[in-house]
């Protein structure tokens, strides 16, 4: 039986009341549209280093006030992407920052001083 978060989109303000609601103190990363800056892909984690929740931009709502992103919860680590708001594509991360197992390396190896 699977998660029925996994199917089910979210707001982004819906996914961080309740991840502060839930949680002490919690580290968010966020991935955004290198054009027009929205948030494509956020991880919630409460431990550096630890892989958390993962919630990626599945669809968007227009309405006369703008764009609102709509998140489904998956793993986004190289998960192929379109901005819904500018229609930028690429892959995630955008940024290409560390990957899990680099994060998860001791400080000194990741700085290169050891």
């Known amino acids: 039986m699977?998660?029925?978060a996994t199917r089910m989109v979210f707001l982004l303000d819906q996914i961080m009341n309740n991840a502060r609601k839930e949680k002490g103190h919690i580290i968010i990363r966020e991935q955004r549209c290198l054009t027009c800056k929205r948030t494509l892909a956020v991880?919630?984690?409460d431990k550096l280093g630890a892989r958390g929740e993962y919630w990626v931009v599945k669809d968007a709502l227009r309405t006369k006030l703008g764009i609102d992103l709509l998140?489904?919860?998956e793993v986004w680590f190289g998960n192929?992407?379109?901005c819904p708001?500018?229609?930028r594509?690429?892959?995630l991360p955008i940024d290409k920052p560390l990957t899990a197992d680099q994060i998860a390396l001791p400080?000194?190896?990741k700085d290169g001083t050891n």
Do not use: F, S
């Open 80 to 82: 192929y992407i379109r």
């Open 43 to 45: 991880e919630i984690t």
């Open 71 to 73: 998140y489904g919860q």
């Open 107 to 109: 400080k000194e190896v």
């Open 85 to 87: 708001n500018c229609g």
């Open 2 to 4: 699977t998660n029925i």
């Open 89 to 91: 594509t690429g892959n």
